[in-house]
């Protein structure tokens, strides 16, 4: 089945304490990306990538680092995070994304708490 | 710099009604793609329609119908007959062309009580 997997979907952490969000997808996609969604503001990028070993920053990319080392996973890395980085997360994949011509696979989202 | 503005934060119908659900774009691109999203309560990201900037026609698709009109920047999405399931969070979105990428409205909650 073709999908987009996140991981881990529920965490509660505390200020500070590094975690990456795992973010794969099985459709030899060239391009993803990461997104927040918070109230009232949609869904805001943070990172993307268009193929492996190239990533670029989004529209909220402070307080986040990605890696593209493999076509298949796109982890979201937060080095130390803070209680404003709270929020619901969403991996998003698609093919040939630099022609623009194609819609966006979504994972199921993660959402996280920072405490 | 591309923007998508849904006006509308929530609506409430009563089943059976047809609601209108508006969505207004900014772009500098005459290539773009318009898109339409739905985030049911279970949470995940469903998607509806893209439509590209060169293809003006409107679209239908069961009780789903979509009008573009370029002249006034609207990508508009109609429910008919709407139902309980329908609903949700209803996210428009933009992507224009090469490199730039996908930009969404703060969406728009739907609730169809019955």
């Known amino acids: 089945e073709a999908q987009v997997t996140q991981n881990p979907r529920y965490l509660i952490t505390v200020t500070g304490k590094k975690l990456t969000v795992t973010c794969s997808q099985n459709?030899?996609?060239?391009?993803m990306s990461w997104y927040r969604q918070d109230p009232g503001l949609g869904l805001r990028q943070i990172y993307y990538?268009?193929?492996?070993?190239?990533?670029d920053k989004g529209d909220v990319p402070e307080g986040y680092k990605v890696s593209r080392k493999e076509k298949r996973n796109f982890p979201l890395i937060l080095e130390s995070p803070s209680p404003n980085q709270t929020s619901l997360y969403f991996c998003?994949?698609?093919?040939?994304?630099?022609?623009?011509?194609?819609?966006?696979?979504f994972g199921e989202g993660s959402r996280l708490t920072v405490l | 710099a591309q923007k998508v503005t849904q006006a509308q934060t929530e609506i409430s119908v009563v089943e059976k009604e047809d609601v209108t659900l508006d969505c207004v774009y900014e772009?500098?691109?005459?290539?773009?793609?318009l898109f339409w999203y739905k985030q049911p309560p279970s949470g995940e990201l469903v998607f509806l329609i893209r439509?590209?900037?060169?293809?003006?026609q409107n679209e239908i698709s069961g009780r789903y119908s979509w009008n573009f009109q370029k002249s006034t920047s609207s990508f508009n999405f109609t429910i008919t007959a709407s139902q309980v399931v329908d609903s949700a969070v209803y996210f428009c979105?933009?992507?224009?062309?090469?490199?730039?990428?996908?930009?969404f409205g703060a969406g728009t909650r739907l609730t169809v009580k019955p």
């Open positions: 998003a994949s698609s093919l040939n994304r630099g022609r623009n011509t194609g819609e966006l696979f």
């Open positions: 979105a933009l992507s224009e062309s090469l490199y730039n990428d996908m930009r």
């Open positions: 990538s268009m193929n492996v070993e190239v990533t």
């Open positions: 459709m030899n996609h060239e391009y």
């Open positions: 772009t500098r691109d005459t290539t773009y793609y």
């Open positions: 439509r590209n900037s060169f293809d003006e």
